[in-house]
């Protein structure tokens, strides 16, 4: 009798993330989650706990005015809890109450988090767990004068705490509607305190935990990172710096130099997946409204809070390409080889990517009859977990709203798990097929 195969590493962590997401929407739909003490439609419970888990921050509902202090709490639940990961939490549960953890879950933890070995897996999420925790803390303390001396004390210690996770789990959702609804950071536009605090959250948040570990194990000795760290930590900084310089001389021209200088920084940041504005986007120009599609499609870092194609992906295509160029046959960085199946694996993502972007992206347009820039603002934003928008979610039918949320969970979960998940593995073959010439 053939033995059954149990669940891989990538059916447990897709399935994990759709448990979160359906409990979250079932407690949503709670009387007691929202403020009018009513049951909220199913359809924008899970609409809203799909953005939460998957760190993205479109809502269908403003934040602050419609979910009561219960469903707030919820929600940043679900922020917290997706951010790290949901099997990085659960494995630290089982560690905390004695379980033993078999090597099939320790693979999954290893998944989970993108980290190259299964070796030393509980040192590195218990260093994920208390650093994350002393960040947001951190953070918090930090934001705590600006949102104490507008909201009052209790109120004020709640704001700091929630936007501190939401920034730093890269997930965009903010309680700013009191003031106006859906309208995010807009009114701390010139706050440099608040937009430097909340930057450096964002960043530490999408940097990528085996980063985090790479800083604090060798510190300044830039030599001696792995080369991934390396690549994410220059493509990042390339990322921010290049498209706030971008932003500083085509957008925001009407505004006040230091306004100028916070606003350009803040959305070169925040388009990378975390969701937040200080500016309002649809009045962005077209290359303005591209270069943002770009950045969120990017995303964040492997093995982060943040989702999107990730830093590490654009600079594996970014170096094959150069290898290309200079008609070298190996990828290479930092004098060392780029193995072959990260080129593969790069060009498969950027294709899926891609195809499910723009394909969704021409589906809504026709179907709600919008604008196609403003559409694809909307799906980039969706597939790179980035929760920023043109003001158009809201007004959307229940067929794009089903399709948002599927990009959602493709860009938080990853698509080549998903694909793994769907299809076996297949059983290695002893030979190789022939080579025959194919013109590029």
Known sequence: MKKRKGKTPFQIIILSFFALILVGGLLLMLPISSQERTVTPISDCLFTATSATCVTGLVVRDTA???????????????????????????????????????????????????????????????????????????????????????????????????????????????????????????????????????????????????????????????????????????????????????FFCEYSDLGLKERILSSSFQSVTARTAGFNTQDLAQMSESGSLTMILLMLIGGSPGSTAGGMKTATFAVLFLGAITVFRRKNDVECFKRRVPDNALRNAGAILFMYLSLFITSGIIISRYEGIPLLTCLFETGS???????????????????????????????????????????????????????????
């Open 382 to 440: 969706a597939i790179g977990t980035a929760g920023l928008t043109m003001g158009i979610t809201t007004q959307l039918s229940m067929l794009s709203k089903g399709i948002l949320m599927f990009l959602m969970f493709f860009g938080r979960v990853g698509g080549l798990t998903l694909i793994y998940a769907a299809v076996s593995s297949s059983e290695s073959v002893k030979g190789r097929r022939p080579v025959d010439k194919l013109a590029i």
């Open 65 to 247: 005015t419609y979910w009561s202090l219960f469903g707030k709490c919820i929600i940043m639940t679900l922020i917290q809890i997706g951010g790290m990961g949901v099997i990085t939490i659960g494995m630290a549960i089982m560690k905390v109450t004695g379980r033993k953890l078999s090597l099939s879950q320790l693979s999954t933890m290893k998944e989970s988090i993108s980290a190259p070995q299964v070796g030393g897996i509980m040192h590195l999420t218990g260093f994920i767990l208390k650093g994350s925790l002393i960040v947001e803390l951190a953070g918090a303390v930090l934001l705590a004068p600006v949102f104490i001396s507008d909201f009052g004390f209790l109120q004020g210690v709640g704001y700091s705490l929630f936007h501190s996770v939401s920034a730093f789990c890269n997930a965009g959702f903010d309680l700013m509607g009191e003031r106006e609804p859906f309208s995010s950071l807009t009114s701390y536009s010139a706050n440099a305190y608040l937009n430097i605090i909340i930057m450096l959250l964002i960043v530490v948040g999408g940097i990528g935990f085996l980063t985090w570990n790479d800083v604090m194990t060798h510190k300044h000795h830039f030599r001696k990172y792995s080369l991934q760290s390396k690549l994410v930590i220059i493509t990042s900084l390339l990322l921010i710096i290049i498209p706030a310089v971008f932003f």
